[in-house]
């Protein structure tokens, strides 16, 4: 089985942990509530710092805030931040030149998965950390 990449959901869950909190949030209460290492959560504050969607300050009384309003933080944003793996991809296998499929299933697939592609960064635009906190609250 192929592994996955969890950092995109990670990402906006740590996102919407620091919006819903006033003043700062470290990173240890952020990985409890993903129930996961402090260490790989700073691998994770770090790219969403170095896109300008969280201010972090470092010291015992540091922390992280949100760098602008929830509600201009873009699920978008955030995959962009953390360079996720794009909707899915095409095997590279060699091509059976005698095998019409295997001759012109890479070029149909790279289409499709354009598609699909574009499809999700419109959806992730449409919706905000402000939207995902709004949806948790709602529960």
Do not use: W
């Amino acid at each position: 089985m192929a592994s996955v990449n969890t950092q995109f959901s990670i990402a906006v869950h740590l996102l919407a942990g620091i919006a819903s909190r006033d003043g700062f949030v470290t990173s240890e209460a952020l990985a409890e509530s993903v129930n996961t290492n402090p260490a790989f959560i700073k691998r994770i504050l770090a790219k969403i710092s170095k896109a300008s969607l969280i201010r972090t300050y470092a010291g015992k009384a540091g922390g992280c805030e949100l760098a602008k309003s929830s509600d201009k933080i873009t699920l978008f944003d955030v995959y962009s931040a953390v360079e996720a793996p794009k909707t899915f991809a095409i095997h590279n296998y060699t091509v059976n030149r005698s095998c019409e499929i295997s001759s012109n299933i890479k070029d149909v697939m790279k289409g499709v998965s354009d598609d699909a592609q574009r499809a999700f960064e419109k959806e992730l635009k449409k919706t905000t950390i402000a939207d995902v906190v709004r949806k948790i609250r709602s529960r």
